[in-house]
C-alpha cells in the first residue's frame, strides 16, 4: 500500500490550505490528502504495537487475526535475540515502522529489526551498578515509549532519556528525583499531548511519591503532582495537598509517606484525562506511618488528572488507610461497555487488594467492586461509601497475621488485557498469602527496607503456620457480571502479562518457563512451547509485510520473586535465567535456545566462622534489613540473584571484600561499607552458612 510520510502529507495538507484559490481540482486533492493520512495513521496503529498499552485505553488486545484459534498449533520460532543479561525482563516491546523497542535490566534499552530480530542499536544508560541496592523489586524496566522519532526511557537510578529512534544517540537527559534518597523507575514513559509522563518506585525504603510531566521535546519539567503531602508546616506544592493533609497524623513526611506511582497509566483523549495508579504507605504498618488514624490520601488510589496542568480532577482510594501493600499502581484499562443497559466511559482496575473494581472513568463513580482472588482483609466493598469493609484478622497490631493477598496481591504490574470480542478481562492471577508481624519497635534507618515489619516474626510465622495453598491463574473476567467465566491453573503464581487478539486467542508465559495460547472463550490451550526461562513480561503481536509475529521478553523476576517466589517450581530454580526476546509467526520452526541446568552445589567445606547462637541471630537481623530484599528471605531465591545458601568456597573467601570493598558492584552487588561494620558482616556470613547446613540436612 502507499506509504506517505505524515509529516509530508500534513505539510502538503496545510499548504493546500493556504491556497484556496487554485480552484476545484486542488481543493479535491486537499480532501483527499487527510483521509490517506488517517487511513495510513490507522493502517500502523492496526498492524504495530505503538504504546504501551498498544492503544491508550490500555486494552492490550490486537485486532491482527492472521494468527488465530484455527491455526495457532502452527505457531514457531521466527527469530530470537539473547539480550546478555540475567534478572527480571519485564518489559512491553514497542513496534513502530518495522523496529522493535525493547528493554532489559539496569534500563538498557535495545532497538532490533522486527522482522529479523537483527540489532539495530543498543543505548546502555550506564546505571551506576551500586543503584541495585536501592530497587525493592530488581532491577527491571517495563519499556519505551515511542513518539515522533523519540524513544523515552526511565533508569532505574531516577533519569528519564530521550534517544533517536533511527540512531539511539541521547537527545537529553534528564534527572527525575532528589538523588539522596533511594527512588527508582522501573515503569514505562506514557506520552500525551507532547508531555512524557513517568513516576518512581521506592516507597519500600521510604520515599514520597509522586508524578511528573516534561516536555516531549525539551524535556522540561512541566508539572508534578506529589500523591502523598509533604510537611505541612511549608507551603503545599498543589492545592490538592491541603486536602490530603487532612486524612495524615504524626511526621508522617519524615518516613517519606510513599504512594509512590510505579506503573499504571491510561488516557481518555475525549475526556482529557489521564489516570494514574499510586502506591502503598511508607512504612507499610499505618498505625506507625499516620499514629491517629486517617485515610492517608492519596494512597493506593486512582487519580484522573488533567494532562496539561496536573490538576486532579477526581480520585479513588482503593485501599483507604494502606496496612498491607495494596497499592493501585496495577494495569488500568479503559473500555465503552453496556452498564445496566445504557452505554458507559468504564475504568478497571484489578488493584493489589484483590477486588476487581468498575468506575465510572468521566466521574470516578464507583459502580462495583468483586473478589477476583481470595481475600481474607475485607468482607465486601460497601458500594453507597465506596469503602472496604475490613474483617478483625486484617489487623495485625497486636497479634502476627497470615492474610489474603499477600503483599504482591491478588495482581501485581503483569499486565491484563482486554479483549472486545468475548467482553472479557483476562488476569494474571497471584494465589498466596502474605505475614504480617508489627515491629512495635521500628525505627527508620537509611537505605534499606522500612515496612515497620518484624522479619524475624515474619520467618517464625513461615516456620510454624499454617500456610494457605499458592498457585497462579489465568482467569478470564466477566466485568459487567463480574465473576469468572474460566480459569486455567499454573503451578507457580509469578506468571507472565496477558495479550489478547481477534483470533480468539490469549497468550501468556509463566513461571516455569512455558509459554501458551488459550481460546480466548473457553480457555481451552491451543498452543504451548517450552521456553525453560520464566516469563513475567506480556507479549505483543504485530504484522509486518503480511505476516502478523508475537513477540515476548522471557527472563524471570521483579518484585517478589527476588525475594524467594516460586521456589519449588521456576525454571530458575532448573535452568539458568537468561534473558531473550523470542518472536514467533505461523509455519516458522527455529529452535528455541536452550539454557544449561543450574548447577547448584553447598561449599565444601563451610567455612568455621566460630560465631555464636545469639552472633547468627543478629546476622540474621542484618541480612534481613539490607539482604534479603534482594537474596530472598531465610536467604532462598532462585537464579535471577545467587541463592547464597550455594555461595562456592571463593565467595565465601571473598566475602568481606564483597560486602564492604565492592568487588563485585559489576553485577550489581554495591558495597555495604556505609551501614554494615566488619564484624556485622561476618555475622551476616555466618547466618548465611547457618542456612546452608539447615539446607543440607533438609536433602
Ligand atoms: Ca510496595
Given at each position: 500500500?502507499r506509504?506517505i510520510?505524515l509529516?509530508?502529507s500534513?505539510?502538503?495538507?496545510?499548504?493546500?490550505?493556504?491556497?484556496?484559490?487554485?480552484?476545484?481540482?486542488?481543493?479535491?486533492a486537499?480532501?483527499c490528502?487527510?483521509?490517506?493520512?488517517?487511513?495510513?495513521?490507522?493502517?500502523?496503529?492496526?498492524?504495530?504495537?505503538?504504546?504501551?498499552?498498544?492503544?491508550a485505553?490500555?486494552?492490550?488486545?490486537?485486532?491482527l487475526?492472521?494468527i488465530?484459534?484455527?491455526?495457532?498449533?502452527q505457531?514457531?520460532?521466527?527469530?530470537?535475540?539473547?539480550?546478555?543479561q540475567?534478572?527480571?525482563?519485564?518489559?512491553?516491546?514497542?513496534?513502530?515502522?518495522?523496529?522493535?523497542?525493547?528493554?532489559?535490566?539496569?534500563s538498557?534499552?535495545?532497538?532490533l529489526?522486527?522482522?529479523?530480530?537483527?540489532?539495530?542499536?543498543?543505548?546502555?544508560?550506564?546505571?551506576?551498578?551500586?543503584?541495585?541496592?536501592?530497587?525493592?523489586?530488581?532491577?527491571?524496566?517495563?519499556?519505551?515509549?515511542?513518539?515522533?522519532?523519540?524513544?523515552?526511557?526511565?533508569t532505574?537510578d531516577?533519569r528519564?532519556?530521550?534517544?533517536?529512534?533511527?540512531?539511539?544517540?541521547?537527545?537529553?537527559?534528564?534527572?527525575?528525583?532528589?538523588?539522596?534518597?533511594?527512588?527508582?523507575i522501573?515503569g514505562?514513559?506514557?506520552?500525551?499531548?507532547?508531555?512524557?509522563?513517568?513516576?518512581?518506585?521506592?516507597?519500600?525504603?521510604?520515599?514520597?511519591?509522586?508524578?511528573?510531566?516534561?516536555?516531549?521535546?525539551?524535556?522540561?519539567?512541566?508539572?508534578?503532582?506529589?500523591?502523598?503531602?509533604?510537611?505541612?508546616?511549608?507551603?503545599?506544592?498543589h492545592?490538592?495537598l491541603?486536602?490530603?493533609?487532612?486524612?495524615?497524623?504524626?511526621?508522617?513526611?519524615?518516613?517519606?509517606?510513599?504512594?509512590?506511582a510505579?506503573?499504571?497509566?491510561?488516557?481518555?483523549?475525549e475526556?482529557?484525562?489521564?489516570?494514574?495508579?499510586?502506591?502503598?504507605?511508607?512504612?507499610?504498618?499505618?498505625?506507625?506511618?499516620?499514629?491517629g488514624?486517617?485515610?492517608?490520601l492519596?494512597?493506593?488510589?486512582?487519580?484522573?488528572?488533567?494532562?496539561?496542568?496536573?490538576?486532579?480532577?477526581?480520585?479513588y482510594q482503593?485501599?483507604?488507610?494502606?496496612?498491607?501493600?495494596?497499592?493501585?499502581?496495577?494495569?488500568?484499562?479503559?473500555a465503552?461497555?453496556?452498564?445496566?443497559?445504557?452505554?458507559?466511559?468504564?475504568?478497571?482496575?484489578?488493584?493489589?487488594?484483590?477486588?476487581?473494581y468498575?468506575?465510572?472513568?468521566?466521574?470516578?463513580?464507583?459502580?462495583?467492586?468483586?473478589k477476583?482472588?481470595?481475600?481474607t482483609?475485607?468482607?465486601?466493598?460497601?458500594?453507597a461509601?465506596?469503602?472496604?469493609?475490613?474483617?478483625?484478622?486484617?489487623?495485625?497490631?497486636?497479634?502476627?497475621?497470615?492474610?489474603?493477598?499477600?503483599?504482591n496481591?491478588?495482581?501485581?504490574?503483569?499486565?491484563?488485557?482486554?479483549?472486545?470480542?468475548?467482553?472479557?478481562?483476562?488476569i494474571p492471577?497471584?494465589?498466596?498469602?502474605?505475614?504480617?508481624?508489627?515491629?512495635?519497635?521500628?525505627?527508620?534507618?537509611?537505605?534499606?527496607?522500612?515496612?515497620?515489619?518484624?522479619?524475624?516474626?515474619?520467618?517464625?510465622?513461615i516456620a510454624?503456620?499454617?500456610?494457605p495453598a499458592?498457585?497462579?491463574?489465568?482467569?478470564?473476567?466477566?466485568?459487567?457480571r463480574?465473576e469468572?467465566?474460566?480459569?486455567?491453573?499454573?503451578?507457580?503464581?509469578?506468571?507472565g502479562?496477558?495479550?489478547?487478539?481477534?483470533g480468539?486467542?490469549v497468550?501468556?508465559?509463566?513461571?516455569?518457563?512455558?509459554?501458551?495460547?488459550?481460546?480466548?472463550?473457553?480457555?481451552?490451550?491451543?498452543?504451548?512451547?517450552?521456553?525453560?526461562v520464566?516469563?513475567?513480561?506480556?507479549?505483543?503481536?504485530?504484522?509486518?509485510d503480511?505476516?502478523?509475529?508475537?513477540?515476548?521478553?522471557a527472563?524471570?523476576?521483579?518484585?517478589?520473586?527476588?525475594?524467594?517466589?516460586?521456589?519449588?517450581?521456576?525454571?530458575?530454580g532448573?535452568?539458568?535465567?537468561?534473558?531473550r526476546?523470542?518472536?514467533f509467526?505461523?509455519?516458522?520452526?527455529?529452535?528455541?535456545?536452550?539454557?544449561?541446568?543450574?548447577?547448584?552445589?553447598?561449599?565444601d567445606?563451610?567455612?568455621?566462622?566460630?560465631?555464636?547462637?545469639?552472633?547468627?541471630?543478629?546476622?540474621?537481623?542484618?541480612?534481613?534489613?539490607y539482604c534479603?530484599?534482594?537474596?530472598?528471605?531465610?536467604?532462598?531465591?532462585?537464579?535471577?540473584?545467587?541463592?547464597?545458601?550455594?555461595?562456592s568456597?571463593?565467595?565465601?573467601?571473598?566475602f568481606?571484600?564483597?560486602?564492604?570493598?565492592?568487588?563485585?558492584?559489576?553485577?550489581?552487588?554495591a558495597?555495604?561499607?556505609?551501614?554494615?561494620?566488619?564484624d556485622?558482616?561476618?555475622?551476616?556470613?555466618?547466618?548465611?552458612?547457618?542456612?546452608a547446613?539447615?539446607?543440607a540436612?533438609?536433602?
Amino acid at each position: 500500500m502507499r506509504r506517505i510520510p505524515l509529516l509530508g502529507s500534513f505539510l502538503l495538507g496545510s499548504f493546500l490550505l493556504g491556497s484556496l484559490l487554485l480552484g476545484s481540482l486542488l481543493l479535491g486533492a486537499l480532501a483527499c490528502t487527510p483521509g490517506s493520512q488517517t487511513s495510513d495513521a490507522e493502517e500502523a496503529e492496526r498492524t504495530s504495537w505503538l504504546a504501551h498499552g498498544r492503544t491508550a485505553d490500555e486494552q492490550r488486545h490486537s485486532p491482527l487475526a492472521q494468527i488465530n484459534a484455527g491455526n495457532v498449533s502452527q505457531l514457531g520460532l521466527a527469530w530470537s535475540f539473547e539480550t546478555g543479561q540475567g534478572r527480571g525482563h519485564e518489559a512491553t516491546p514497542i513496534v513502530v515502522d518495522g523496529a522493535m523497542y525493547i528493554t532489559a535490566p539496569w534500563s538498557v534499552v535495545h532497538a532490533l529489526d522486527a522482522k529479523t530480530g537483527e540489532l539495530l542499536w543498543t543505548h546502555d544508560p550506564k546505571v551506576p551498578r551500586a543503584w541495585g541496592r536501592r530497587a525493592c523489586c530488581d532491577v527491571v524496566n517495563r519499556g519505551v515509549a515511542v513518539v515522533d522519532g523519540r524513544v523515552y526511557v526511565g533508569t532505574i537510578d531516577g533519569r528519564l532519556v530521550a534517544l533517536e529512534a533511527a540512531t539511539g544517540k541521547v537527545i537529553w537527559d534528564v534527572n527525575t528525583i532528589d538523588r539522596s534518597k533511594p527512588y527508582t523507575i522501573t515503569g514505562a514513559p506514557r506520552v500525551v499531548k507532547g508531555k512524557v509522563l513517568i513516576g518512581n518506585g521506592g516507597a519500600e525504603y521510604g520515599v514520597r511519591g509522586y508524578i511528573s510531566a516534561y516536555d516531549a521535546v525539551t524535556g522540561a519539567l512541566a508539572w508534578r503532582f506529589y500523591t502523598v503531602p509533604g510537611d505541612p508546616s511549608k507551603p503545599f506544592e498543589h492545592p490538592e495537598l491541603e486536602q490530603a493533609a487532612k486524612t495524615w497524623n504524626g511526621s508522617w513526611w519524615e518516613l517519606g509517606g510513599g504512594g509512590t506511582a510505579w506503573d499504571s497509566m491510561a488516557y481518555d483523549p475525549e475526556l482529557d484525562l489521564v489516570y494514574v495508579g499510586t502506591g502503598n504507605g511508607s512504612p507499610w504498618a499505618r498505625t506507625l506511618r499516620s499514629p491517629g488514624g486517617g485515610d492517608n490520601l492519596f494512597l493506593s488510589s486512582i487519580l484522573a488528572l488533567r494532562p496539561d496542568t496536573g490538576e486532579l480532577v477526581w480520585y479513588y482510594q482503593t485501599t483507604p488507610a494502606d496496612n498491607w501493600d495494596y497499592t493501585a499502581v496495577q494495569h488500568i484499562l479503559l473500555a465503552d461497555l453496556e452498564w445496566e443497559g445504557k452505554p458507559r466511559k468504564l475504568l478497571m482496575q484489578a488493584p493489589k487488594n484483590g477486588f476487581f473494581y468498575v468506575l465510572d472513568r468521566e466521574t470516578g463513580e464507583l459502580l462495583s467492586a468483586e473478589k477476583f482472588s481470595r481475600v481474607t482483609w475485607a468482607t465486601h466493598v460497601d458500594l453507597a461509601t465506596g469503602r472496604p469493609v475490613e474483617t478483625p484478622e486484617a489487623n495485625y497490631d497486636e497479634v502476627d497475621r497470615v492474610i489474603l493477598p499477600s503483599p504482591n496481591g491478588g495482581h501485581l504490574w503483569h499486565p491484563m488485557s482486554f479483549h472486545p470480542g468475548t467482553g472479557l478481562v483476562y488476569i494474571p492471577v497471584l494465589e498466596y498469602a502474605g505475614f504480617y508481624s508489627l515491629d512495635p519497635d521500628f525505627q527508620p534507618i537509611a537505605e534499606a527496607w522500612n515496612l515497620g515489619m518484624d522479619i524475624e516474626g515474619i520467618s517464625e510465622q513461615i516456620a510454624n503456620s499454617e500456610i494457605p495453598a499458592a498457585w497462579g491463574e489465568l482467569k478470564a473476567w466477566d466485568p459487567i457480571r463480574q465473576e469468572a467465566v474460566w480459569t486455567v491453573k499454573h503451578p507457580g503464581t509469578f506468571n507472565g502479562g496477558v495479550l489478547t487478539t481477534a483470533g480468539n486467542l490469549v497468550f501468556q508465559g509463566t513461571s516455569d518457563g512455558r509459554f501458551a495460547a488459550y481460546a480466548a472463550d473457553s480457555g481451552e490451550r491451543l498452543w504451548e512451547v517450552l521456553v525453560r526461562v520464566g516469563i513475567v513480561a506480556p507479549p505483543v503481536t504485530y504484522e509486518i509485510d503480511g505476516v502478523q509475529y508475537v513477540s515476548v521478553l522471557a527472563g524471570w523476576g521483579g518484585g517478589g520473586v527476588i525475594e524467594g517466589g516460586d521456589l519449588e517450581v521456576a525454571a530458575a530454580g532448573k535452568w539458568e535465567n537468561r534473558g531473550r526476546l523470542l518472536t514467533f509467526a505461523l509455519g516458522e520452526k527455529g529452535t528455541i535456545p536452550v539454557p544449561k541446568p543450574l548447577e547448584r552445589k553447598l561449599a565444601d567445606p563451610l567455612p568455621e566462622l566460630g560465631v555464636d547462637a545469639a552472633g547468627i541471630k543478629r546476622g540474621e537481623g542484618l541480612f534481613n534489613a539490607y539482604c534479603l530484599p534482594c537474596h530472598g528471605i531465610l536467604a532462598m531465591t532462585t537464579d535471577v540473584v545467587p541463592d547464597l545458601r550455594f555461595a562456592s568456597a571463593e565467595t565465601h573467601q571473598q566475602f568481606l571484600p564483597i560486602v564492604l570493598g565492592g568487588v563485585r558492584v559489576h553485577n550489581g552487588m554495591a558495597s555495604f561499607s556505609d551501614v554494615l561494620s566488619a564484624d556485622e558482616v561476618t555475622l551476616v556470613q555466618a547466618y548465611i552458612v547457618e542456612r546452608a547446613r539447615a539446607t543440607a540436612s533438609e536433602d
